[in-house]
């Protein structure tokens, strides 16, 4: 069954944005034995558009189109559709309703052109009429047509929930397909083939790495009629996978690093606070990130200057400037002084060098400490990290979020319940 | 002079591999008023690549070919284009002998296969004699094509330095083409489009509109032969917008609204301190995202509890019980509290209700209050965001920022310098 991709957008085919449709949907065709023969990137001109849909109906069984179904003048993929297959467009009075509702719940005045928003090729379907995400899927001749938006998240949504699933059902023959994403941290994609390459073979469980920085994501895709065994194929080889990296996998529970660390702090009853410096709120950002991130976090300080980590935090002054603000010492302090202020039972602390200034010979740029308190005790580990500014707030954050995982995950027996 | 661009690879049409060479490519031939009309996929697939290729020969002046001319079995673009085209290969001698002093140096023994390194179609023009990178020009019927390394770095180097060159010749009489982005918050597309609209017609500029959440971006493009005249009709243009729309162009200048918030603050010498609830430290994030941040920013609080706004920030207790956390009085409580303990000019804070939970009917979710304290005064604003946890974060910290941008703009006569 052969298929491609038609991604639209001027800003795609002038390079001035990356496309973030047509790859993420020809990855997850591929994983489901759905490979897409071509992916064509086009402007917003209709005679192109024209020429590229005609192509698709001659060569493929089913088309994804995205991007070009806004309320704008240079969203042209509607017109071009319309005019190429001489189908007649109407606007579909559900989709109309929703809008002006919701338009009048924004205090928004209604507009012509979001009437454009309610067209659809007669004889089409949506996609998603409950919510009302443009998007339909149309068959013209003997080739099924996907028109979907070009905002990244509403596209890879609407792909997911709909579009994936009517494709496997189109390919046909009620075969199963189970997938399982496994999130690891401080592993390569070249050493996590190693490992996996040392397993006993699954036969009919397709492997898929993809890089997600700063983690390694590994896709396992089992194929067959029966979902039990399915499920136990995969949760062997997620048992064997595990016991041979160990920690460094996140999973295999589906959550992002966050929401595992806000699980065990449920878990334990530990109530948590955060002292940043070098990330500068990222990891307090990504810790309330998670919906009922109130029940264990407390707060946090982000102490840019020497003298708020004294005032705020009660690192001792002679400290500082024995150590330096950037040492496990002061980390250690950061840590304590954090878990105090906000009355917490754990205090996680970083301070180190973003960059791309302030780097020493004996303390470059990317020199971190991360400092941890727990009832236990008061810990500091030291690290380096390459990159540029962002990149080492992300690992920073990242490798500080991951040791308090493996702490909670170590101190499920002490909890305060 | 119509262009398109196939790129080859069985890790790009999986999604496995994100292009890297058609975008650059597209993004520089647009710089120069060379548009590509297309970019093309395709996998190492023989029936395929001729398709495309034959497609491209019967409506392109020229076509970049990418990737698949490796020494290995899956590199098919050669055998491809020879077919498609009735070409006869040959072994270029003078590559043949480089490539063999080559493996002779690393102390790596001859092998057959990479004779293929050394293939190219009789006619055809090496792109790079000297080094012997792979790669070559060759012009069919009227179409120029150039076949490129997959090696982004190799791609690169070897556009820039022959391709772009030979193509902009080919096109001749230089014309210019300038782009200038423009960044808005607090509009939709469909309102900027209306007041685009309403403007008077500047000839020969087209205008692109991008949502990029939580802005919107708008191109304007210009073509012609004189670059002053260009330069002019843009800032004409943008002037214009910016009169109709005010503070809701965060440009012209180029920059995020936290490099543009940086400039403001270097500029007026204020000192930044920042108390957030429920943006749970992104606004800090962001601050600190920009280098040298630590010239201006002194910090900030993360308090998500009341016990913290209490202890860290002074708020009144009895202020907070009378009229609640989430509330003009404590927001304007808050912003003087962190202002005071970091010993800063200006305190930013912003309390509300991120959701999913928390909301009442009076204070529903999205309810959020952002104050401002400065050396003039303290203030509250109200606002209701609408969107899910992390899409209210956003929009609370793009609007806190944006808001401290305006007042920065409008303070810079009454600098600390």
Redesign the interface.
């Known amino acids: 069954m052969r298929g491609e991709i038609i991604a639209t957008g001027?800003?795609?085919?002038?390079?001035?944005?990356?496309?973030q449709n047509?790859?993420?949907?020809?990855?997850?065709l591929?994983e489901v034995s759905l490979?897409?023969?071509?992916?064509?990137?086009?402007?917003d001109?209709v005679a192109?558009l024209r020429?590229?849909l005609a192509?698709a109906l001659t060569?493929s069984r089913f088309v994804l189109v995205t991007g070009g179904l806004?309320?704008?003048?240079?969203d042209m993929t509607l017109p071009a559709a319309a005019a190429e297959f001489h189908l007649k467009l109407v606007q579909d009075q559900g989709t109309l309703q929703r809008l002006k509702e919701f338009l009048k719940?924004?205090g928004?005045s209604w507009?012509e052109?979001?009437g454009r928003l309610a067209l659809i090729p007669e004889g089409a379907t949506l996609l998603d009429p409950g919510r009302g995400a443009c998007g339909f899927s149309l068959k013209h001749q003997d080739t099924w047509f996907f028109f979907l938006p070009g905002?990244p998240h509403e596209m890879h949504s609407l792909f997911d929930n709909v579009v994936l699933p009517a494709l496997i059902d189109l390919a046909g023959a009620g075969e199963i397909v189970t997938q399982r994403t496994l999130r690891f941290f401080g592993i390569t994609e070249v050493e996590l083939q190693n490992v996996v390459s040392e397993l006993e073979a699954a036969p009919g469980v397709a492997i898929?790495?993809?890089p997600s920085f700063p983690e390694t994501h590994l896709t396992l895709t089992a194929r067959g009629e029966d979902q039990k065994k399915l499920d136990a194929v995969l949760d062997r080889l997620t048992r064997a996978l595990s016991l041979k990296v160990g920690e460094v996998l996140l999973g295999p529970e589906e959550g992002t690093l966050e929401e595992l660390v806000g699980l065990r702090l449920k878990e334990t009853g530990f109530r948590l606070a955060?002292a940043?410096s070098c990330?500068?709120?990222?990891?307090?950002?990504r810790?309330?990130?998670v919906?009922?991130?109130?029940d264990y976090?407390?707060?946090?300080?982000?102490?840019?200057?020497n003298?708020?980590k004294i005032?705020?935090l009660k690192v001792p002054e002679g400290l500082l400037h024995a150590r330096g603000a950037v040492s496990a010492e002061t980390a250690q302090a950061m840590a304590l002084g954090v878990r105090e202020?906000?009355?917490a039972d754990i205090g996680l602390s970083v301070t180190g060098i973003?960059?791309?200034?302030?780097g020493t010979p004996e303390k470059p740029v990317g020199t971190v400490y991360i400092g941890l308190a727990t009832p236990q005790g008061v810990e500091a580990r030291h690290h380096l990290f390459h990159g540029g500014?962002?990149q080492i707030?992300t690992l920073t954050a990242q490798t500080a979020l991951n040791w308090l995982r493996q702490e909670l995950h170590h101190a499920q027996g002490l909890s305060r319940h």
Do not use: W
Request: aromatic share 8%; glycine share 12%; proline share 5%.
């Open positions: 001027t800003e795609l085919v002038t390079g001035r944005t990356a496309d047509a790859r993420y949907a020809a990855r997850r591929h490979p897409v023969a071509a992916i064509t990137i086009v402007g001109d192109m020429e590229v192509l060569r806004g309320p704008t003048e240079d719940k924004r928004r507009n052109r979001y905002v898929g790495y993809y955060v940043e990330t500068g709120g990222l990891i307090c950002h810790v309330t990130n919906p009922g991130a109130s976090f407390m707060g946090g300080v982000v102490t840019y200057s003298q708020a005032d705020l202020v906000f009355r973003a960059g791309p200034t302030g500014r962002e707030k």
